[in-house]
């Protein structure tokens, strides 16, 4: 499991590759938590993510808390199948553009 | 070379304080015993009983400074071990031999 | 001897030997036992527990082998460090040492520098030792302590959230915890209207975090369902909680099952959980009902959607569900079980009555080991048995309906600073939902209740016309004078409300409300003609009375007209549906 994440402006470009489970928590909220203000806008690449599991998708909800709520904008690129699948299990396209 | 190592010798003086006297009469009177040991066990050719007496006077003798003394012990040890009763028979003349120049010596240093 | 200086027992059958050693470890501040060979030694060590030996190897009546064994046996968990007087030089005969539990050696002839480092370096170590031994204990004894508070919250746990222990013939369900206690939950209980409520839920993570948010969930699902609330309320009310309580990170998936028995079927709410299934007897899974909500506890209220999905469920139907653990279980290759070989294993046996101990049989044979990685849960409705047995429920009911206060009256006076303020019906509500025969009456005895306190406080204390709500720029008009109304009250405005109840017969009663307010009354017998002929255009207002008409047995004004009596009457032989 690796996290990347870069800033440009006030947009968040944050890349997960492997399995996000519980272990990449500490990392995760890394790749934001310093951020001197929310991102008025967030991408998370997840090509290279294999599986999630319930306490990533907790980490996602923390992360769309962290950038405003009900008014965060995040977009979930690039998932495969699998990820999509749990993704859409529990509905998350009510809150993140997944494409 | 000489029965007792000296400069040990002066160490233990120093470490046994007034018990040295002590230390010695016990040394002279455990030592006479194991010698009878030595002759009784050959009498009935006891190996073990002549091994652990040697095995004895061996570690006594060592802390004590009689370094030859010591060196004799365990070659009687090994002999009695290996049950070779010629050889015992010869060593156990050269002990008593040299634990009479010991024993001089230490009385002399009381 | 002072109990912080060490003590040292040597055993050799050398006196001289043993004097020399005695005289170095009385220099270096030890206090000294002695023994002049191995029994004497044991019997030294066991009444005066040194905490260090140094021991001969060879001595007459137990060798100092033999004396070392049963001493270190003796020590138990104690450390005692056993140091081999030698001037053996053969290797075997070390290692015999060793074997029988020796430490170390010290050689003849004694050095006093080579004795003082070795016995400080076993004091270090048995120091650390003692250290490592008090921690040990302390650890058993804090965790001997934990596992008691464990026991004792995972009581009251078991107390407060009932999960798969709600005595209804045709639920079968499996719940696996990974830890003692389980992020699953299912809960069912019967509706006061007949019907039953099935809710299987799964806190994110394992064990006592997850299952805090069981307490809550479960409290709300058996309070409401049985004062007969809806399931839209319920989970309203359930997703509110949650949303307050968890951390953002935290939600529970669940599916909420509303089964109709009379119009044989079910409302099917699913947010999170992996697809149910319908089984069709001889015709294997017909329906797969996707999760279409998020998760319990994410969204805010206002945002919150309560919508279900309804499907046929005819006798000898299986409805089945299943938490995330189950499809994600892993065998020991790693792959998962999958929901297509669920529902492979159900169309195999579609001809059986119960798929339930197949399902079963299957995840065992699967995971082939007792790991788990997830909390399982799996459950089946069976809805013959259960069609069955709620005609069974019901006669129950009946006993049990007419329990509870049966012969009283409830009133309430309320003066201007309540009626600005305070909302009278819940509490009006929270009575008559006591009475266990009017549970299934809720939501008419609460329209009741509003339509004519919202026409006591309006029309009659507030003097406001009704005419005003016919079109739209009225209607807010007539919302803005209330308010101004209700601020500038004067001291003598009241609403006197009064609930009474009476039996009318064996299974059957009348609740008589009574609703007086302060306002100045109206003509009602020219009203009444009017709604009775229905010859006004009622447009956005007016709907209130017909209403309670069309529910209650009697209505009629009092007084000046403001006055208001309606008796509800109610019959337990009737099968009230809401």
Known sequence: MAIWSQVAGNELSIKIQGRFDFSSHQQFRESYENLPQPPSKVIIDMEQTTYLDSSALGMLLLLRDFSGGDQANISIINSNEEVKKILSISNFEQLFDIQ | ?110 | MSSDQVSVLIADDNASDRMILRALLAREGYAVYEADDGEKALSIFSEEKPDVVLMDALMPNMDGLEATTRIKALAGDRFVPVIFLTSLQEAGALAECIEAGGDDFLTKPYNQTILRAKLSAFERVRQLNVTVHEQKNKIEEFNKRLLHEQDIAKQVFDNITPSGRHNIEGIKQLISSMAIFNGDVVLADYKPSGGIHVMVGDFTGHGLPAALGAMPLSEIFYGMTRKGFSLQDILAEINKRLKRILPVSNFCCAMFVDIDTVAHQVNVWNGGLPDALIIRKGLGVIAKIKSTHLPLGILSSDRFNASVDTYELRKGDLFCMFSDGVIEMENQQGEFFGADRIESVCNEHKDLPSVFDKVVDELADFSGTDQQTDDITFVELRADTLLEHIELFQDKQQIKRLSGPRDWTLSLDLRPESLKHFDPLPIFLHVLMECPYLQSHRSRLYTILSELYSNALEHGVLGLDSNLKKDPAGFASYYQMRQQRLEDLDTHAYVNISIEHRLTGDNEGDLIFRFEDSGKGFDYASKLVAVDGKSQNLGYCGRGIPLIRSLARTFEYLGAGNIVQVIYHWNLSQTEIE
Do not use: C, P, W
């Open chain 2, 1 to 110: 070379m000489a029965s007792l190592n000296t400069d040990m010798l002066a160490e233990l003086k120093d470490i046994m304080e007034d018990d040295f006297a002590i230390l010695v009469d016990t040394f002279v009177s455990d030592t006479d015993k194991r010698i009878d040991v030595f002759e009784s066990s050959m009498d009935m050719a006891d190996a073990d009983a002549l091994r652990k007496a040697a095995h004895g006077l061996k570690g006594s003798s060592s802390n004590i400074g009689a370094e030859r003394l010591s060196k004799l012990s365990a070659d009687l040890e090994v002999a009695a071990k290996e049950m070779a009763f010629h050889i015992a028979i010869d060593l156990i003349e050269d002990v008593k031999q040299e634990y009479h120049l010991v024993r001089a010596a230490l009385l002399e240093l009381k």
